[in-house]
DNA sequence: CATACATGCAGGCATTTGCCTGCATGTCAA
DNA sequence: TTGACATGCAGGCAAATGCCTGCATGTATG
């Protein structure tokens, strides 16, 4: 996985409001995808490619269309990678953080 | 929770290459974390500035130094929102692929 | 074939981003 | 107080980003 892009892909609102859009009603066509989308279609079709590059959706393409699904897995490598980790820390930290104010204040 | 925010601040290796730092030894100063960025302080100022900005990281001023602490809760609901949500539906999705491509080509 | 429809591709442009340099402020220690 | 150290702040600049317009390609249907 891409860290990198996955991240970048997510950085955007108009890109996660697509995710969400294909979470309502996964499959759906750019055509479908740009009604409820406030830019132009050319737009949408960038957004789009950059989600397909993070890997975060595949496309079919039936006829003159294209298809959209989500691909839930780059999102739960996230997960295990930047999420689980820092929560495994999580109780840590206020030991940490008492432990420094106190290394030259005392 | 400011998504937009937290994703923004995800977005950048240098901003999470920050964060792991502070992972592998929370409560770094600002000088201390220039040494493994190459990059000039003020460029890592201005990561860190967005790091607090989207509450990944919290600073305690202590004399003339200040130091960075992970706050893990904005990346536990970015898990919250963005991810467990779709794998909830990571089941459902391959039965919706099924389904469309059978959907009008029967 | 001819037409309409769905999408692909290229280029322009304003804004944002990331890094820099230069200087200012604040704090510790002799 | 003075000099060294840690950080703050402002402005410049090249590159990346996001949106647009215009045109090309491919596909279904009469």
Redesign the interface.
């Given at each position: 996985m891409d860290?990198?892009k996955v991240?970048?892909a997510?950085?955007?609102?108009s890109r996660?409001m697509l995710?969400d859009r294909l979470?309502e009603r996964?499959?759906q066509t750019l055509g479908q995808l740009c009604e409820t989308m406030d830019m132009k279609r050319q737009s949408v079709t960038q957004h789009l490619g950059l989600l397909e590059q993070a890997n975060l959706i595949s496309t079919?393409r039936?006829g003159r269309e294209k298809?959209h699904?989500?691909?839930?897995v780059p999102?739960?490598e996230?997960?295990a990678r930047?999420?689980r980790?820092?929560?495994e820390?999580?109780l840590?930290?206020l030991h940490?953080?008492k432990?420094?104010?106190e290394r030259?204040?005392t």
């Open positions: 860290d990198d991240f970048k997510l950085a955007d609102a996660r995710l979470c996964n499959g079919v039936r298809l699904f989500i691909n839930p999102l739960y996230v997960y930047w999420i980790k820092f929560e820390e999580r840590n930290l940490d953080l432990q420094e104010l030259k204040q």
